[in-house]
């Protein structure tokens, strides 16, 4: 079976398109491509408990992010600055490059 690609990367710059954190932006934390799900900073926060242990002699209720599907969020041009869907592009040396498709720059370099 082949894996899902994402169309962000980790330390990208995203915006959420659904959910309870609709039009909040947030940085890509991680990406899980076989679950096609993306954890983002500061979205989608849910409360865990946790149990005491050694490392943590406490406990209690911690707050962290959870993952969500790729598909409710939008890449943010670096350089234009809004949401835009992502292209690819071949370059001349060979290598392959997203494009936003608002104002055709490389987003990655």
């Known amino acids: 079976m082949v894996t899902p690609k994402l169309h962000v990367k980790k330390g990208d710059t995203v915006v959420v398109l659904a ?3 609709k039009g909040k932006k947030g940085k ?8 096609n799900k993306v954890v983002v900073e500061g979205i989608n926060i849910v409360k865990k408990h ?3 242990t050694q490392n ?6 911690n707050e962290q992010e959870a993952p969500l599907y790729g598909d409710k969020v939008m890449l943010v041009c670096p350089s234009c600055k809004s949401p835009a869907r992502v292209g690819k592009k071949v370059l001349d040396n060979g290598n392959r490059s997203r ?4 104002c055709k720059e490389t ?3």
């Open 99 to 102: 494009v936003c498709k608002k």
């Open 50 to 52: 946790v149990r005491p």
């Open 19 to 21: 959910g309870k954190d």
């Open 56 to 61: 943590s002699p406490k406990g209690g209720i």
């Open 107 to 109: 987003i990655d370099r």
């Open 28 to 35: 890509v934390l991680s990406c899980i491509p076989p679950e």
